[in-house]
């Protein structure tokens, strides 16, 4: 994969910014340029929220993936969820979009000297509630404490491991020209109903998070369209439109949307209006993107507008033959534009 | 388990303080009263620092085992190691100790905006050397970025992930009447080299840190012993006293030490007096304790003492009869003590 940034990363003088962690293309750039070089391996070069691994022969043999995700999310409580419910879904998601099926679950707490036991208990159930729900349970953890003023609160780290059944090959460089563009729902919900909650930007609105486990939702998919489902993923960080274009460069492909199929909340809408934010760009924490085969797609659609968590697909656009893998859209005022990587920070700590 | 502590965690008024992350009594405490009430499933019971795991036969069958740990060591560099290879070691041991071949490693970073990108490198850099020398990939991460002033530099979450070959089990909860207890090495090196370079503290010391993967250790000790190995846990946060009363908590066992078997380094003895800290309680990264069936702990010493990470290897105690789970020491002097847990917090965020 390569990417031209405007300017390599300066390792020497730079420092670790915000954007760093949102997302976009800072973020991208500071793990090809510092992190992949000293960690490389294949596992990590697949590029996708997770890794598909083998399991030796003499052990077993079979295809583990594992997914892991340090939640930082702020304010802890936000509209429809919690940071303790999130750091589930979260890694759930990320596992389930490689097809596997989700099994066990870790949780790794940092905690902040002075954070009151009772909230921390308050989170500790939010994320056993959702375990539970999920059907995947927290089998080991790790807890440790930081000195006031060292740490914000509570963090959790998460990783999530399950099973590949067999034959199931599921990527984000999968995606193949022609093949249709499905969006599970609206965009936006989850990054506006956490904008909503921080003091310096409160603002009234009755949007909330969408965070869920999708596994289920990836389960029926699967179900509908067998091996007609090339590209899973969840548009969490730098939203949709960093997803679709993290999929066109690790599939060497094109995409085109159509602007008018993309389902956005009336609210949402709004809400991105007042704040400067285009709804593109903000993290969802319960929608997926699959990248399906053309003859597929309206049993995967109806398949997806079965299921609970999918009610709202759509078809939103398709894969194109694009040599600079360019996500482009039409939109609903007949022009077209270059739908760019989240570039700096939208929306810190979103996650 | 029950264990009687002092008084009952008070959730609704209490406060996280620096204990609750000590790794002794009151980590423990916080987990069994805030943590498993809502987390509850056999796997999290299961009481070890790792949790073995079924994959489900129609996914190819086998037993997994998974180990999670947040690292927030201060400072990120002290003498023999840093927070990079830390983060590493710390969490292949946890899977080793389990008996499990240690195949993949995930890495979470959060990072403190304003942290130079070259001590990151460095950090990173460090990470990727200990996972190769070790043998065990990092196969996926994740990155945030928290505001300056809510994080403290760099902080790793690293899960692992490993098989067990079928018919081996290996639990704190395995000890019998009768076991041997060895110990790979002299205890307290690490606690005492980090604490060596904390500020308030600085004084001169040759001591490094033994942060070390042990996985290779734990293969010998297997080989040489087999069948014979019921326990094997690091003495890490807590030192090998509050290992060792886990381990009795767990089996349901008592355990007698003689003091004179117990190799410390004379230098961490002489640190130890200075800050008025007992060895047995000062963490260790590159030891491990393994109790053994007797008849085979002869064998298990000589392979254990031909390691190099075990050249210093000693047998310490036997497991014993006791109904209250007593871990005792026969002293230098021909006395007896109680040697207790870690009660409330010896050396902040040791690892």
Same mark, same amino acid.
């Given at each position: 994969?390569?990417?031209?940034?405007?300017?390599?990363?300066?390792?020497?003088?730079?420092? $670790?910014?915000?954007? #760093?962690?949102?997302?976009?293309?800072?973020?991208?750039?500071?793990?090809?340029?510092?992190?992949?070089?000293?960690?490389?391996?294949?596992?990590?070069?697949?590029?996708?929220?997770?890794?598909?691994?083998?399991?030796?022969?003499?052990?077993?043999?079979?295809?583990?993936v594992m997914a892991t995700d340090a #939640? &930082? !999310?702020?304010?802890?409580?936000?509209?429809?969820?919690?940071?303790?419910?999130?750091? &589930?879904?979260?890694?759930?998601?990320?596992?389930?979009?490689?097809?596997?099926? &989700?099994?066990?679950?870790?949780?790794?707490?940092?905690?902040?000297?002075?954070?009151?036991?009772?909230?921390?208990?308050?989170?500790?159930?939010?994320?056993?509630?959702?375990?539970?729900?999920?059907?995947?349970? $927290? &089998?080991t953890g790790d807890t440790k404490v930081v000195e006031r003023g060292k740490g914000d609160g509570v963090f959790i780290a998460t990783t999530g491991v399950g099973v590949v059944p067999f034959g199931l090959h599921i990527s984000g460089r999968n995606a193949r020209v022609g093949d249709v563009v499905l969006l599970s729902g609206t965009v936006g919900d989850h990054g506006v109903a956490v904008m909503s909650q921080r003091e310096s930007l409160s603002f009234e609105t009755q949007i909330v998070s969408d965070t869920a486990a999708l #596994?289920?939702? !990836?389960?029926?998919?699967?179900?509908?369209?067998?091996?007609?489902?090339?590209?899973?993923?969840?548009?969490?960080?730098?939203?949709?439109?960093?997803?679709?274009n993290e999929i066109a460069r690790q599939s060497g492909v094109g995409i085109r949307l159509q602007e008018a199929a993309i389902p956005v909340k009336p609210q949402v809408e709004a809400a991105c209006e007042l704040l400067g934010l285009d709804p593109l760009y903000v993290a969802n924490e319960g929608k997926l993107v699959a990248i399906v085969a053309a003859e597929a797609a309206d049993a995967a659609l109806a398949a997806l507008r079965a299921h609970p968590l999918g009610c709202d697909a759509a078809r939103i656009g398709v894969v194109t033959e694009d040599r600079h893998r360019f996500v482009q859209m039409d939109t609903r005022f007949g022009g077209r534009r270059v739908v760019d990587w989240l570039s700096g920070e939208q929306l810190p700590r979103i996650c």
């Open positions: 994969m390569t990417t031209a940034y405007t300017r390599p990363l300066d390792i020497k003088r730079g420092r $670790v910014d915000m954007s #760093h962690g949102a997302g976009g293309k800072a973020s991208a750039q500071l793990i090809e340029e510092l992190f992949l070089p000293e960690l490389d391996n294949p596992f990590l070069r697949q590029g996708d929220d997770g890794a598909r691994l083998p399991i030796p022969a003499d052990l077993g043999g079979g295809q583990l #939640h &930082v !999310v702020s304010p802890l409580w936000f509209p429809g969820g919690d940071l303790g419910c999130l750091a &589930v879904h979260g890694t759930i998601n990320d596992v389930a979009m490689l097809g596997a099926r &989700v099994l066990y679950l870790s949780a790794a707490f940092i905690l902040e000297e002075g954070y009151p036991l009772a909230d921390l208990q308050r989170l500790v159930r939010s994320l056993g509630h959702a375990a539970r729900e999920a059907g995947v349970p $927290v &089998v #596994h289920t939702l !990836v389960q029926a998919l699967l179900d509908a369209a067998p091996g007609a489902v090339h590209t899973l993923r969840d548009p969490t960080r730098g939203g949709l439109a960093t997803t679709l």
